[in-house]
């Protein structure tokens, strides 16, 4: 199995790059914003169950296909583009519905896990980082490369998905400050929702290939 070396050089690396504001954190301040923190928190769950395909893709080889195929590559990027601006556009048409606490849009648990996931899987960044990053820190002759590969994959979901938390948490916390004046967490929630179109626009107009 990987060394203990290679192991702890992957989670600095990994919570370095984790911590950095990203599209995974603007989507779950976005959402945590315009839902609160139990939309955020499931949010940040779906998103980290929906990175563990990329995952399994890049241990078995399939990731770097997929990474090396510009048509792949922009028809995912374009997919999740588009629905994170659905989902902006869902947030600000529903913001005055959290105003009495009472919502009429979709947001049982289950479809926020579902809509997390869906940008979790459909974010070619994680695909990209994970063919380029994850076998920088196998070893070849401590064992089964997948196997390595399919830990350090699960050592930054697991990382993504607690420091994600922590900015659900924060983020909805905000929210409840807002949540006192129904003028304020209307336009908090419209704001969330403007995040996330912001986002999808900004990852549907980013480069195509990984590099």
Same mark, same amino acid.
């Given at each position: 199995?990987?060394?203990?070396?290679?192991? %702890? !050089?992957?989670? &600095?690396? #990994?919570?370095? @790059? /984790?911590?950095?504001? *990203?599209?995974?954190? $603007?989507?779950?301040? =976005?959402?945590?914003?315009?839902?609160?923190?139990?939309?955020?928190?499931?949010?940040?769950?779906?998103?980290?169950?929906?990175?563990?395909?990329?995952?399994?893709?890049?241990?078995?080889?399939?990731?770097?296909? %997929? !990474?090396?195929? &510009?048509? #792949?590559?922009? @028809? /995912?990027?374009?997919? *999740?583009?588009?629905? $994170?601006?659905?989902? =902006?556009?869902?947030?600000?048409?529903?913001?005055?519905?959290?105003?009495?606490?009472?919502?009429?849009?979709?947001?049982?648990?289950?479809?926020?896990?579902?809509?997390?996931?869906?940008?979790?899987?459909?974010?070619?960044?994680?695909?990209?980082?994970?063919?380029?990053?994850?076998?920088?820190?196998?070893?070849?002759?401590?064992?089964?490369?997948?196997?390595?590969?399919?830990?350090?994959?699960?050592?930054?979901?697991?990382?993504?998905?607690?420091?994600?938390?922590?900015?659900?948490?924060?983020?909805?916390?905000?929210?409840?400050?807002?949540?006192?004046?129904?003028?304020?967490?209307?336009?908090?929630?419209?704001?969330?929702?403007?995040?996330?179109?912001?986002?999808?626009?900004?990852?549907?107009?980013?480069?195509?290939?990984?590099?």
């Amino acid at each position: 199995m990987i060394s203990a070396e290679h192991f %702890v !050089a992957f989670i &600095v690396t #990994a919570v370095v @790059i /984790i911590v950095i504001p *990203g599209p995974s954190v $603007l989507f779950t301040i =976005g959402r945590s914003l315009a839902l609160g923190r139990r939309a955020g928190v499931l949010s940040v769950l779906g998103n980290a169950l929906g990175i563990l395909p990329a995952i399994v893709a890049v241990a078995f080889g399939l990731g770097a296909v %997929v !990474a090396a195929s &510009v048509v #792949a590559f922009t @028809i /995912i990027k374009l997919v *999740g583009a588009a629905y $994170l601006v659905y989902l =902006g556009v869902q947030a600000i048409r529903h913001r005055r519905d959290h105003v009495a606490g009472t919502v009429t849009g979709p947001t049982s648990s289950g479809r926020l896990l579902w809509q997390g996931f869906v940008v979790g899987i459909t974010n070619p960044k994680t695909l990209a980082f994970f063919v380029a990053v994850l076998p920088q820190f196998v070893d070849p002759a401590a064992g089964p490369v997948w196997a390595q590969l399919l830990l350090l994959g699960l050592t930054f979901a697991a990382l993504a998905l607690a420091c994600d938390s922590v900015w659900a948490m924060a983020a909805g916390t905000a929210r409840g400050w807002f949540a006192r004046s129904p003028r304020r967490i209307s336009t908090l929630s419209g704001t969330g929702g403007v995040m996330m179109i912001g986002l999808g626009g900004t990852l549907a107009l980013t480069g195509t290939k990984a590099a």
